[in-house]
């Protein structure tokens, strides 16, 4: 089965982007070198496509209770304008995606997920608020995504749009207006991002994607900045600890042994699908617990290699790296909860291999504000 291009498919193209399936979605893996690409969002920009990504409106006079119901925090607590973290999860508690909620109106909000999972969001969101007077409409398709990503990304984004940017609080949404290549567009905006850095979401309408893209584009290399693959946003969320479905997150976690229980509203009525396992695991301790690992040399854990102590395995590794901002090897793994105290000693095997690594409080890696 083919992939699905994204709608800034000829840009990558006339960029010379290498492509890679992506959760059904051919997407820009690099479009030079994975190092510079990294190291431009931690000291100027990047430019990233994200349209691969789910996005779900859900509206109506319920559409704040319905959401309650389906997800595991509050979106009816929410302000306008405000964005939360947040998780569905099955009956077990086990996580079906983790995903971004944000309030456009009173009785409106965009849920994102990730592209891997949207359909079983799209699906879970549309069973779980039928009994409520609210409208589930899968609209990924009419929308593309683009994120500058970086310490310059205000600079590069605030000049083209309509809105006071550096007004707009991290979590924060708001309607702008943006100055494409070919005339005004209107957009969403959000400051979220998924790098440990500064910057900013813009939700454009597929029509005008390829103008935004090239205004964007153009503004970030004003900077000093460059058009940013998936090799590079996934060396920079590992640097800042963020999970990455189907490696530190699966049905199979829940959001306590991810560290995530902070997301999981125990106390609103009803609960809705999960909670009463939620509650129950709320008052247990994991038996494993995710961790950060730092090595020592040039050989990074990667994903699936087993941690080791006293010669047993007591964990896995489900994302490492060679850390191109902190020149060490980072990796992060679920290990016994008695072995996962800062400073705790273990080893990694790396094909036969036991190389030695120390548990490490998470992020890595933390920007200067």
Known sequence: MSSTPSPLAA?????GASMTDFAGWSMPLRYASDLAEHQAVRTTAGI???????????????????????????????????????????????????LVTYRLGEQEFLVVANAANAAVVVAALTERCAGFDAVVADETAGWALVAVQGPASLAVVGPLVDADLGALGY????PAVLAGASGDVEVLLARTGYTGED????????????????????????????????????TLRLEAGMPLYGHELSRDVTPFAAGLGRVVKLDKEPGGVGYDALRRLAGTEPARVLVGL??????????????????????????????PTLG????????????????????VDVRGTALPVEVVALPFYRRER
């Open 171 to 174: 979590y924060r949404c708001l």
């Open 294 to 323: 730092r090595g020592a040399g040039r050989r990074a854990p990667r994903a699936g290699y087993a941690v080791v102590h006293d010669g047993s395995a007591v964990g896995e590794v489900t994302s490492g790296a060679l850390s």
């Open 11 to 15: 840009a990558h193209a006339a960029l």
């Open 328 to 347: 060490f090897p980072v990796a992060m793994a679920y290990v016994q909860r008695e072995l996962s105290a800062p400073g705790t000693a273990l080893h």
């Open 199 to 234: 910057g900013f979401e813009v939700f454009v309408p597929v029509a005008h994607a390829l103008a935004v893209w090239d205004a964007l584009l153009a503004a970030t290399r004003e900077h000093g900045g460059v058009p940013a693959g998936l090799a590079c946003r996934d």
């Open 48 to 98: 990233f496509d994200l349209s691969h990504m789910g996005e779900v409106r859900v509206s109506g006079p319920e559409a704040a209770r319905a959401l309650d119901h389906a997800l595991v925090g509050t979106p009816s607590t929410m302000p306008l304008g405000r964005a939360a973290y947040g998780m569905v999860v099955d009956a077990d508690g086990g996580i079906l995606d983790d």
